[in-house]
């Protein structure tokens, strides 16, 4: 049963490599059990690697956004700039 198991996964990451250009990486890691359930808990996701994939793109999306907070107050402004007649159509 277990050969069978491992078909499955080798014949899926084979589709995966034809379909996508994402690389894939078995990787081992130690998981609090109890924080890995909360996780797939309320993502929403139907698997772990699912949850997993989900939190570390919020996570990447999260810290990209706090280096955009960062600017602000960084840049000059022209303060006779008109942006409502930049954005006119006439």
Known sequence: ???????????????????CDDSHMATNLAID?????????VSGERTKTAAVRRALEEFIARRQQSKI???FGTLEWDPKYDYKAARSRD
Not at 4 to 17: E, K, M, T, V, Y
Not at 33 to 41: H, I, S
Request: charged share 25%; hydrophobic share 45%.
């Open 33 to 41: 059990p109890d924080l890995l359930d909360r996780a797939v808990a």
């Open 69 to 71: 907070a960062d600017l």
């Open 1 to 19: 049963m277990e050969h069978a198991f491992d078909h499955r996964i080798s014949n899926g990451l084979q589709l995966c490599g034809t379909l």
